[in-house]
């Protein structure tokens, strides 16, 4: 029914695609072995699936929708995780970002002049995106990596970012607001960087590490950004990450600085 892929082969389309079907499944309020009784597979099949340690067929995809009344939403991701797999060749500087970031364990970033897009308000996001269809886009990203188990997400903002102004007045106060919100959040570390000099910290990036401890890196470059999973790089940016945490405020400082911000300038 399908080939079996190593742990250490699994890539995030495959993963995607697992939880795509998790989300689902618990969705229709089924344990792993309710779907499994339900579509004739065994309870460890349905788990593999969802882990993204095996690609299914076809067919099974298609049972999977029925059973799940998913309206044709799984059927649509196995299209996509079939055409990744016939156009992507994982190379150390190619990696689908994306789809690496809505599974990993834990995210990283760093921003320098916006609020990242995991965290950024609807009001705020169409001030930056203006097609529809990409801010859709950004938006269901949004809900898919917050939705649980949600990341441990650990964030260093730059204090710049708090006092530039996307959109109107109000849109920035319920922006900040919406900051504060989420960094009271089990699992979220959120941090403003004061205006001072980190060596080597000259551009936004993200680092998303998987629960095998491998981790994809996206870096913001002047046209646009570049991807890798080469080690190097990405322990690099690890190192990178360490100080700018290291010169950031901590937690309960950075919420009463976005507080005073919201009052001083945003009110």
């Not at 995780?81 to 690496?100: C, D």
């Not at 897009?117 to 898919?144: C, H, P």
């Not at 491998?214 to 950004?225: E, I, K, N, P, Q």
């Amino acid at each position: 029914m399908a080939s079996t892929i190593e742990n250490r082969s699994r890539t995030p389309e495959l993963r995607s695609f697992g939880a795509v079907v998790r989300r689902l499944r618990e969705e229709a309020g089924l344990k792993q072995f309710e779907l499994a009784a339900q579509v004739n597979v065994s309870r460890a099949y349905i788990g593999h699936v969802e882990l993204g340690k095996t690609r299914c067929r076809l067919d099974f995809a298609k049972r999977l929708d029925g059973s799940l009344q998913a309206n044709g939403e799984i059927v649509t991701a196995w299209n996509k995780l079939l055409e990744s797999i016939k156009s992507v060749k994982y190379a150390a500087y190619f990696v689908n970002f994306p789809k690496a970031e809505s599974t990993a364990k834990v995210i990283r970033v760093y921003e320098t002049h916006v609020v990242n897009g995991l965290f950024q308000t609807e009001a705020y996001a169409s001030e930056i995106v203006k097609d529809a269809d990409i801010l859709n886009t950004r938006l269901n990203r949004q809900k898919q990596v917050m939705s649980e188990p949600i990341p441990k997400i650990f964030v260093v903002l730059e204090e710049s970012v708090l006092q530039r102004q996307v959109g109107t007045r109000e849109v920035m106060r319920e922006q900040l607001e919406h900051l504060l919100e989420l960094s009271e959040r089990p699992g979220i570390r959120l941090q403003v960087l004061p205006t001072v000099y980190v060596e080597d910290a000259r551009a936004a990036f993200t680092i998303a590490t998987q629960a095998d401890r491998s981790d994809a890196a996206y870096l913001v470059t002047g046209t646009g950004g570049v991807t890798s999973a080469d080690p190097d790089d990405t322990a690099n940016l690890h190192e990178r990450f360490a100080s700018l945490q290291a010169e950031a405020l901590n937690v309960r400082d950075t919420r009463a600085l976005i507080r005073r911000v919201i009052e001083e300038r945003w009110t």
